[in-house]
C-alpha cells in the first residue's frame, strides 16, 4: 500500500520553530508535485506550500517569510521548515504528493498523509 506519513509536529510557543516531513512508502513509479495543507478547527483545508519536481515553489500569502518548502527526491521526502510560528497556525498539517504508483492510474493521482498537530501558544 501507498502512504505519505507525516512527522515533526508538535507544542511549540510563538515564535519558535518546527520542522515538518514526510515520507512516501510503497511501490511508486514518480512523484510529481508535493505540498503540504493546514486544516484549523472548523475551517477548510488550505494550501500551505507546494514544490514542483524541478525546484520551483509556492506558498499561502500568510506563511511567505516564515515558511520554507523543501524535498528529497532520492528519500521521497518533502520537508516543511516553519519559523517565527503564530498562534493562527495552529492546525492539522496534511502531506500531498502527486503520484504514479502500483496499481494506481497511469496518469497519476493525489495522495494524503493523515496529517500532524501542530500547536502553537502563546
Known amino acids: 500500500q501507498v502512504q505519505l506519513v507525516e512527522s515533526g509536529g508538535g507544542l511549540v510557543q510563538a515564535g519558535g520553530s518546527l520542522r515538518l516531513s514526510c515520507a512516501a512508502s510503497?511501490?511508486?513509479?514518480?512523484?510529481?508535485?508535493m505540498g503540504w495543507y493546514s486544516q484549523a478547527p472548523g475551517k477548510q483545508r488550505e494550501l500551505v506550500a507546494v514544490?514542483?519536481?524541478?525546484?520551483?515553489?509556492n506558498s499561502a500569502d500568510s506563511v511567505k517569510g516564515r515558511v520554507t518548502i523543501s524535498r528529497d527526491n532520492a528519500k521521497n521526502t518533502v520537508y516543511l521548515q516553519m519559523n517565527n510560528l503564530k498562534p493562527e497556525d495552529t492546525a492539522v498539517y496534511y502531506c500531498n504528493a502527486n503520484m504514479k504508483v502500483l496499481g494506481g492510474p497511469r496518469y497519476g493521482m493525489d495522495y494524503w498523509g493523515k496529517g500532524t498537530q501542530v500547536t502553537v501558544s502563546s
Open positions: 510503497g511501490i511508486i513509479f514518480s512523484i510529481n508535485i
Open positions: 514544490i514542483t519536481n524541478s525546484g520551483s515553489t
